[in-house]
Nanobody
């Protein structure tokens, strides 16, 4: 059974930082591309960033230069370092795994999803 478990969310002031983790089990982690999505209050779930099996990364324009995705295949974990946080970054953050993708920003490309972790940025 595949499980993705996010952690590291919380309440932080604007300008602060958080590091999210997503621990994967039940799959060959190194064979999957990994992505982070988020869903703010009253909003659609949106793509944030993704990392390929080989470690190449892509970012949404809204987080470019502030967020960094990385992965540790030995620990079956993907990370999201979030710096210079803004109130508009407030959302539930989800990690997801894709065996194959044509466009990493597409939700339908991902086969497995975590339950999410809440990030709240106060102004």
């Amino acid at each position: 059974q595949v499980q993705l478990v996010e952690s590291g969310g919380g309440l932080v002031q604007a300008g602060g930082s958080l590091r999210l983790s997503c621990a994967a089990s039940g799959l060959t982690f190194s064979a999957y591309g990994m992505g982070w999505f988020r869903q703010g209050p009253g909003k659609e779930r949106e793509w944030v960033t993704a990392i390929t099996r080989g470690g190449s990364t892509n970012y949404a324009d809204s987080v470019k230069g502030r967020f960094t995705i990385s992965r540790d295949n030995a620990k079956n974990t993907v990370f999201l370092q979030m710096n210079s946080l803004k109130p508009e970054d407030t959302a539930v953050y989800y990690c997801a795994a894709a065996r194959f993708w044509s466009r990493p920003s597409l939700r339908d490309e991902y086969a497995y999803w975590g339950q999410g972790t809440q990030v709240t940025v106060s102004s």
